[in-house]
């Protein structure tokens, strides 16, 4: 663009002319140059102050503090049209109604400063309020008690300059972080999650006492959250939100509570998509949410509800990540700041406000004092009378001021002017039935009130204490945490992904894919799954699952991989190059880089895997090792058993089989496996089962243990330790199953009012099963899977006598009968309470532990070889 074709426009700017016409006499030409950075930074500013981000002070934007300012005015306890609030704000507000309108209904339906009436839409299904001709609100009490006292506010004018609007409102709690906030400014942004009312309150008492406090957030959509990395709400915090997901039957998952920032609506479309691109497998959905969430997922027959839980939090928006950044404006400028400072800002903040509100009030109550003392000695002592001769105002001024002189020593400050002025507008029906009594009443509980402000003055931490208890005795009623806080486990994707497409493999050339239909069928996988090759050569990669992908030619063995697989052990015999001696070796595969080829042999050219297998619990088989003749070798037959060689890493060379020419090998006998029993956990944080030894350990377990799963509504099931299990709330034993043990349990019969006692046994290891009476008011007192259990039961009182406690050897109180007998009555007694003692001492025999293999590197290596005369022998390295 050409100087000479800008024209100035009006208030000195430029404009191009695209004829070249040159500018007239007296008129200047203006470049452009550096006016957009001003005017950027001037848009910027006003976003960032006027529109997207809270102040410290109040925690409001300026729309919501105008929309509260304006509900005060309109305030006479009726409910009015929101759609007239909204009117009544664009006064104050220089932006549209919608803007007004949106963020009104986004304060009511935080339910905590607008009472509202009609349809405000609902944040579970996302559903939109109603026009707001057709809503109403009004100021809740809460917010009368804790955002005005027009006395301490700062005012201003407004935009147009006809009204005066707050700088800031007098807020007397930690609103912002009760509220939260969210705003895009220019920038910047900020997102200060919502907190628990309750919680905010016991924290700010924390802060004015100086003990320690931490706060994490509670949303209104309840769920379930992991606070761990939150990091005080501040930048680079994260907090995972996880919708609430129980098993409702074998077939049918429930959702009762979602994550923040979700709804039911995406929730469901985010599980739909899942379902299309195949990541989990449903059958139905049915939303059933009204004022509380309920989503039913029905799930096809074969499906695992606890993988589809699983898979649920791994693919769709049952977890959400959201990431707070606490930013806020103070001093007009933004402000990044922790929850933690937040809530102090606020505190130190209500306590400067109380102080200040105290010292009004003090002024306030000496005045009254100082003039009903006044007037009271203006009329006991008639100096009224001194007026009659007065003629001219300044002399009545004068004779009421001398007047009044011996009266006033006792007076607070100096008589005024204005006192006196406010003396003669007393009438003469007041003056006739002045009660010198009342008077004195009066101005002792003045004296009274007066102290009592003086007093809060001086103590005014522990009065600014008072009024937060009190805000909470108040209005805290119904306002108790609603997220559960529980750290969770991570969910591995390729452990609960949907297995929806066949991985096929062509060995001659060496592919693999899922678009080899006409070839060899490996195994079910998922486009997210890794997948180990291993070839004759002795080399091994991994790769990712692809339509076609060449790895080698020569493919002995594939299979869908998983990188923190321990237990599959791979047996292999190898040659090492052309002519070389043969190497057996066991090893695990973990550790590995994708697309990365591994040698397995000692490295030698013309190396050649001779036997190979791949085995899921360590199993160890039995080969035949068939030799060529070859000059004076004299058995050409030998057994290999793979139990005998020690688990090493897949670098390791091997032991020696044999260093004459093999022929053949052949399977012999199927192994089992030479594992260590696995040992599991549980994490009691998690809920979750894991062999990382987090929590308590249940034990150790082979391929047929199980585990007995016991639950406070008197049903119990015995299950496979799978670490993808989810438990529910209620359960109360979780341990190893023995099924020789009995279980011990006290209940209340509903129907007939009567405790029982009863021991049995679980007598269906598939299937869950209750064992107290179905009646409603029937519940399990206790259970004990201990031999010899030993309970203590106390009576309530009656009539004011005491039956002593007794205590019960439940061993010899009834025998093992049927898991649905009644049992026995323990007593027809009231009964207060019944607790577990400790056991009578019982030797558990323990179990035979057939001989194992270690899986872990450690100790000597037997070395398997071939005699002269072709016999095999057994040595240490």
Same mark, same amino acid.
Request: hydrophobic share 35%; with cysteine.
């Given at each position: 663009?050409?100087?000479?074709?800008?024209?100035?426009?009006?208030?000195?700017?430029?404009?191009?002319?695209?004829?070249?016409?040159?500018?007239?006499?007296?008129?200047?030409?203006?470049?452009?140059?550096?006016?957009?950075?001003?005017?950027?930074?001037?848009?910027?500013?006003?976003?960032?102050?006027?529109?997207?981000?809270?102040?410290?002070?109040?925690?409001?934007?300026?729309?919501?503090?105008?929309?509260?300012?304006?509900?005060?005015?309109?305030?006479?306890?009726?409910?009015?049209?929101?759609?007239?609030?909204?009117?009544?704000?664009?006064?104050?507000?220089?932006?549209?109604?919608?803007?007004?309108?949106?963020?009104?209904?986004?304060?009511?339906?935080?339910?905590?400063?607008?009472?509202?009436?009609?349809?405000?839409?609902?944040?579970?299904?996302?559903?939109?309020?109603?026009?707001?001709?057709?809503?109403?609100?009004?100021?809740?009490?809460?917010?009368?008690?804790?955002?005005?006292?027009?006395?301490?506010?700062?005012?201003?004018?407004?935009?147009?300059?006809?009204?005066?609007?707050?700088?800031?409102?007098?807020?007397?709690?930690?609103?912002?972080?009760?509220?939260?906030?969210?705003?895009?400014?220019?920038?910047?942004?900020?997102?200060?999650?919502?907190?628990?009312?309750?919680?905010?309150?016991?924290?700010?008492?924390?802060?004015?006492?100086?003990?320690?406090?931490?706060?994490?957030?509670?949303?209104?959509?309840?769920?379930?959250?992991?606070?761990?990395?939150?990091?005080?709400?501040?930048?680079?915090?994260?907090?995972?939100?996880?919708?609430?997901?129980?098993?409702?039957?074998?077939?049918?998952?429930?959702?009762?509570?979602?994550?923040?920032?979700?709804?039911?609506?995406?929730?469901?479309?985010?599980?739909?998509?899942?379902?299309?691109?195949?990541?989990?497998?449903?059958?139905?959905?049915?939303?059933?949410?009204?004022?509380?969430?309920?989503?039913?997922?029905?799930?096809?027959?074969?499906?695992?509800?606890?993988?589809?839980?699983?898979?649920?939090?791994?693919?769709?928006?049952?977890?959400?990540?959201?990431?707070?950044?606490?930013?806020?404006?103070?001093?007009?400028?933004?402000?990044?700041?922790?929850?933690?400072?937040?809530?102090?800002?606020?505190?130190?903040?209500?306590?400067?406000?109380?102080?200040?509100?105290?010292?009004?009030?003090?002024?306030?109550?000496?005045?009254?004092?100082?003039?009903?003392?006044?007037?009271?000695?203006?009329?006991?002592?008639?100096?009224?009378?001194?007026?009659?001769?007065?003629?001219?105002?300044?002399?009545?001024?004068?004779?009421?001021?001398?007047?009044?002189?011996?009266?006033?020593?006792?007076?607070?400050?100096?008589?005024?002017?204005?006192?006196?002025?406010?003396?003669?507008?007393?009438?003469?029906?007041?003056?006739?039935?002045?009660?010198?009594?009342?008077?004195?009443?009066?101005?002792?509980?003045?004296?009274?009130?007066?102290?009592?402000?003086?007093?809060?003055?001086?103590?005014?931490?522990?009065?600014?204490?008072?009024?937060?208890?009190?805000?909470?005795?108040?209005?805290?009623?119904?306002?108790?945490?609603?997220?559960?806080?529980?750290?969770?486990?991570?969910?591995?994707?390729?452990?609960?992904?949907?297995?929806?497409?066949?991985?096929?493999?062509?060995?001659?050339?060496?592919?693999?894919?899922?678009?080899? *239909?006409? +070839?060899?069928?490996?195994?079910?996988?998922? !486009? #997210?799954?890794? %997948?180990? =090759? @291993?070839? /004759?050569?002795?080399?091994?990669?991994?790769? *990712?699952? +692809?339509?076609?992908?060449?790895?080698?030619? !020569? #493919?002995?063995? %594939?299979? =869908? @991989?998983? /990188?923190?697989?321990?237990?599959?052990?791979?047996?292999?015999?190898?040659?090492?190059?052309?002519?070389?001696?043969?190497?057996?070796?066991?090893?695990?595969?973990?550790?590995?880089?994708?697309?990365?080829?591994?040698?397995?042999?000692?490295?030698?050219?013309?190396?050649?895997?001779?036997?190979?297998?791949?085995?899921?619990?360590?199993?160890?088989?039995?080969?035949?090792?068939?030799?060529?003749?070859?000059?004076?070798?004299?058995?050409?037959?030998?057994?290999?058993?793979?139990?005998?060689?020690?688990?090493?890493?897949?670098?390791?060379?091997?032991?020696?089989?044999?260093?004459?020419?093999?022929?053949?090998?052949?399977?012999?006998?199927?192994?089992?496996?030479?594992?260590?029993?696995?040992?599991?956990?549980?994490?009691?944080?998690?809920?979750?089962?894991?062999?990382?030894?987090?929590?308590?350990?249940?034990?150790?377990?082979?391929?047929?243990?199980?585990?007995?799963?016991?639950?406070?509504?008197?049903?119990?099931?015995?299950?496979?330790?799978?670490?993808?299990?989810?438990?529910?709330?209620?359960?109360?034993?979780?341990?190893?199953?023995?099924?020789?043990?009995?279980?011990?349990?006290?209940?209340?019969?509903?129907?007939?009012?009567?405790?029982?006692?009863?021991?049995?046994?679980?007598?269906?290891?598939?299937?869950?099963?209750?064992?107290?009476?179905?009646?409603?008011?029937?519940?399990?007192?206790?259970?004990?899977?201990?031999?010899?259990?030993?309970?203590?039961?106390?009576?309530?009182?009656?009539?004011?006598?005491?039956?002593?406690?007794?205590?019960?050897?439940?061993?010899?109180?009834?025998?093992?009968?049927?898991?649905?007998?009644?049992?026995?009555?323990?007593?027809?007694?009231?009964?207060?309470?019944?607790?577990?003692?400790?056991?009578?001492?019982?030797?558990?025999?323990?179990?035979?532990?057939?001989?194992?293999?270690?899986?872990?590197?450690?100790?000597?290596?037997?070395?398997?070889?071939?005699?002269?005369?072709?016999?095999?022998?057994?040595?240490?390295?």
């Amino acid at each position: 663009m050409d100087e000479e074709h800008l024209e100035p426009l009006e208030g000195g700017e430029a404009h191009y002319d695209p004829q070249g016409h040159e500018p007239e006499a007296g008129e200047t030409i203006t470049k452009v140059t550096g006016m957009y950075k001003d005017w950027f930074l001037d848009y910027a500013s006003y976003v960032i102050l006027e529109r997207a981000v809270p102040a410290i002070e109040d925690g409001f934007k300026p729309v919501q503090r105008r929309i509260m300012h304006s509900l005060k005015e309109l305030d006479d306890g009726r409910y009015n049209k929101v759609a007239n609030v909204v009117g009544h704000t664009m006064q104050y507000h220089p932006h549209g109604d919608a803007s007004i309108g949106d963020a009104m209904v986004q304060i009511g339906q935080k339910d905590l400063l607008i009472d509202t009436q009609g349809n405000w839409g609902n944040i579970l299904t996302g559903d939109g309020a109603a026009a707001s001709r057709y809503i109403e609100a009004r100021l809740s009490k809460f917010g009368l008690e804790v955002l005005y006292s027009p006395k301490i506010t700062t005012w201003q004018l407004s935009y147009d300059g006809r009204k005066n609007e707050p700088v800031n409102l007098p807020v007397k709690f930690p609103l912002l972080l009760a509220q939260g906030a969210e705003g895009i400014a220019v920038g910047l942004s900020t997102k200060v999650l919502p907190h628990n009312f309750n919680e905010l309150i016991d924290a700010s008492i924390k802060v004015l006492k100086n003990k320690p406090f931490t706060i994490y957030p509670d949303f209104p959509t309840a769920g379930i959250a992991d606070m761990t990395n939150y990091n005080d709400g501040m930048r680079g915090g994260r907090v995972r939100v996880r919708a609430k997901i129980s098993q409702l039957d074998k077939s049918t998952l429930v959702i009762t509570q979602i994550p923040f920032s979700t709804n039911t609506g995406t929730l469901i479309d985010s599980i739909l998509k899942a379902n299309e691109k195949g990541k989990i497998k449903v059958k139905k959905i049915e939303d059933n949410t009204a004022a509380d969430v309920e989503i039913l997922i029905h799930l096809p027959p074969g499906v695992s509800p606890d993988k589809t839980i699983d898979a649920l939090y791994a693919f769709t928006a049952c977890e959400t990540s959201i990431a707070p950044l606490g930013c806020v404006i103070e001093n007009h400028k933004p402000f990044f700041v922790g929850v933690s400072e937040m809530l102090r800002i606020s505190t130190h903040r209500t306590v400067e406000l109380l102080r200040r509100e105290l010292e009004i009030e003090l002024g306030e109550l000496e005045e009254q004092w100082h003039f009903l003392s006044l007037e009271r000695i203006f009329i006991e002592n008639r100096i009224y009378r001194l007026i009659e001769e007065e003629e001219t105002w300044e002399g009545v001024i004068r004779a009421i001021d001398d007047g009044l002189k011996p009266f006033t020593k006792h007076l607070r400050r100096a008589v005024t002017e204005e006192d006196i002025v406010r003396l003669t507008e007393i009438r003469i029906k007041r003056i006739s039935k002045f009660d010198i009594d009342k008077a004195q009443e009066k101005l002792e509980a003045l004296e009274g009130e007066i102290e009592q402000v003086k007093y809060n003055l001086e103590h005014i931490i522990d009065f600014a204490v008072k009024y937060f208890q009190n805000l909470k005795d108040k209005y805290g009623k119904g306002r108790e945490r609603k997220t559960e806080i529980r750290n969770f486990d991570n969910i591995e994707a390729t452990k609960v992904v949907l297995r929806n497409t066949k991985l096929y493999v062509n060995r001659e050339e060496g592919f693999v894919g899922t678009g080899l *239909k006409k +070839d060899e069928y490996v195994a079910d996988c998922s !486009d #997210i799954d890794d %997948v180990i =090759v @291993f070839l /004759r050569d002795g080399s091994m990669i991994i790769t *990712k699952v +692809d339509v076609k992908t060449f790895v080698g030619k !020569d #493919i002995i063995h %594939v299979a =869908v @991989f998983d /990188r923190n697989d321990k237990r599959t052990i791979y047996n292999m015999i190898y040659r090492d190059g052309k002519n070389g001696p043969s190497y057996v070796k066991r090893f695990n595969v973990s550790g590995v880089t994708r697309d990365k080829p591994y040698d397995l042999t000692a490295g030698t050219k013309d190396s050649m895997v001779l036997y190979f297998s791949g085995n899921p619990n360590g199993e160890a088989e039995v080969v035949t090792v068939l030799l060529r003749q070859v000059g004076s070798i004299k058995k050409l037959k030998i057994d290999l058993d793979f139990a005998a060689i020690a688990i090493k890493g897949r670098a390791s060379r091997g032991n020696t089989v044999t260093k004459y020419p093999i022929k053949k090998i052949e399977l012999k006998e199927k192994g089992i496996s030479t594992l260590k029993p696995r040992r599991i956990w549980f994490d009691d944080t998690v809920h979750r089962l894991n062999v990382d030894a987090r929590g308590e350990l249940l034990g150790e377990f082979k391929p047929n243990d199980r585990l007995l799963v016991v639950n406070q509504n008197g049903k119990l099931k015995t299950i496979v330790p799978e670490l993808t299990t989810h438990f529910d709330d209620g359960m109360i034993v979780l341990e190893k199953w023995n099924p020789d043990k009995p279980l011990s349990a006290i209940y209340y019969d509903g129907d007939k009012q009567r405790y029982y006692i009863k021991r049995f046994v679980v007598e269906n290891e598939n299937k869950e099963e209750t064992f107290i009476t179905d009646h409603p008011e029937s519940r399990l007192e206790i259970v004990s899977t201990d031999w010899r259990p030993v309970a203590e039961v106390i009576f309530a009182k009656v009539k004011g006598v005491q039956k002593e406690t007794i205590t019960v050897d439940i061993e010899s109180f009834i025998t093992v009968k049927g898991i649905k007998a009644q049992g026995n009555q323990l007593t027809t007694d009231k009964v207060k309470e019944i607790n577990l003692l400790d056991p009578l001492p019982y030797e558990e025999p323990e179990p035979e532990e057939p001989e194992t293999i270690s899986d872990e590197n450690e100790g000597d290596e037997p070395s398997v070889s071939l005699d002269d005369d072709g016999q095999i022998t057994l040595s240490l390295d």
